[in-house]
């Protein structure tokens, strides 16, 4: 059984920082890829930005010099450093882990977190 446990969402004004950290933990033997999904009132989920256990990073374009993803392996965490946010940002961001082999792999996800970017 593994559990994702987030947390740093929150309301802050445009042009803000803001920090989301999501830790894993149970029954973990290889972690493939960690990453935040976000989700907007009448949009689709996107992936915001990925990492790989190698190290990989993958951002959504819209974000692209604005946020930052980072992992801890040791400590099966990873985090998502968002600057210079703006409306278009707000969502629920919810952590994914990609746990096992390519032949025997789960998705886990979190709870999700709000994040509102407003004046």
């Known amino acids: 059984q593994v559990q994702l446990v987030e947390s740093g969402g929150g309301l802050v004004q445009p042009g803000g920082s803001l920090r989301l950290s999501c830790a894993a933990s149970?029954?973990?033997?290889?972690?493939?890829?960690m990453g935040w999904y976000r989700q907007a009132p009448g949009k689709r989920r996107e992936l915001a930005a990925s990492i790989t256990s190698a190290g990989t990073t993958n951002y959504a374009d819209s974000v692209k010099g604005r946020f930052t993803i980072s992992r801890d392996n040791a400590k099966n965490t990873v985090s998502l450093q968002m600057n210079s946010l703006k409306p278009e940002d707000t969502g629920v961001y919810s952590c994914?882990?990609?746990?096992?082999?390519?032949?025997?792999?789960?998705?886990?996800w979190g709870q999700g977190t709000q994040v509102t970017v407003s004046s």
């Open positions: 149970g029954s973990i033997a290889s972690i493939y890829a």
């Open positions: 994914n882990a990609q746990i096992g082999t390519m032949a025997v792999r789960r998705n886990y």
